[in-house]
């Protein structure tokens, strides 16, 4: 699978957008870009996911760049329940198989 | 609200004595989905289903794990023997994938915390 790279940590004050980037520099074509987060002592979630467009739903928004070697999850107004580690995942396109390959992810504390 | 339901929440277990965990995947979802978690390896894929067959199990340790999927509604992985190396807490997902869907969402459980002594 392809590889992602993220930010250890990032850190944002409550109210206020957070952008938590990703780089992707290998990803062909048909990989779709996935973001889920992990809330603690919880099972991971799923954010949104994109493939060329800018995509926007009722947790977030995800700006894709044009050469898709990298994104952004953007948080509008980062709330303290906002605060998990953020996954940024290449799913390949499969007829078989709908595997997610999880990296380390970016730990994101909110402060109030 | 449908939920993926995973038990026990919580096993503690002596060396060599079996295991086994329990998911209940969201009604109507074929896909199932075994990941483990530790804090060295992160989140690992262990193996899934797919219509209650097994697609892939390439990340379980054969010797000693074993994944079924007795019926729709049950998943379970066992791990005979355990070892203290297997403390993990180990999610269940499950998703829909529809043939020529590209993308699927996976729900996860909330996580058996196994910890072997």
């Known amino acids: 699978d392809a590889k992602t790279t993220q930010p250890n940590s990032m850190e944002s004050n409550e109210e206020e957008p957070v952008h938590l980037p990703c780089n992707h520099s290998?990803?062909?074509?048909?990989?779709?870009i996935h973001w889920y987060r992990q809330l603690p002592s919880q099972g991971p979630e799923y954010v949104i996911h994109?493939?060329?467009s800018n995509v926007n739903n009722r947790m977030a928004s995800l700006a894709i760049a044009e050469d898709r070697k990298s994104s952004t999850l953007i948080l509008h107004r980062a709330t303290l329940r906002d605060a998990a580690v953020y996954y940024c995942?290449?799913?390949?396109?499969?007829?078989?198989?709908?595997?997610?390959?999880f990296g380390e992810g970016t730990q994101l504390t909110v402060n109030p | 609200d449908a939920r993926v339901t995973q038990t026990p929440r919580h096993k503690v277990t002596e060396m060599g004595q079996e295991v086994t965990m329990r998911c209940q995947p969201i009604?109507?979802?074929?896909?199932v989905f075994w990941y483990r978690q530790t804090m060295m390896q992160g989140l690992e894929l262990l193996a899934y289903?797919?219509?209650?067959?097994?697609?892939?199990d390439s990340g379980m340790p054969k010797d000693r794990f074993s994944a079924e999927m007795p019926d729709a509604t049950l998943a379970t992985l066992k791990i005979q023997p355990s070892e203290p190396r297997d403390s993990a807490v180990y999610f269940c997902?499950?998703?829909?994938?529809?043939?020529?869907?590209?993308?699927?969402?996976?729900?996860f459980g909330p996580g058996t915390r196994l910890t072997v002594l």
């Open positions: 290998t990803i062909s074509g048909t990989d779709y």
């Open positions: 995942i290449l799913r390949v396109k499969e007829t078989s198989g709908s595997r997610l390959t």
């Open positions: 997902a499950s998703g829909l994938v529809l043939l020529g869907q590209a993308y699927n969402e996976q729900f």
């Open positions: 009604l109507g979802h074929n896909t």
């Open positions: 994109g493939l060329t």
């Open positions: 289903f797919r219509n209650r067959a097994p697609l892939d």
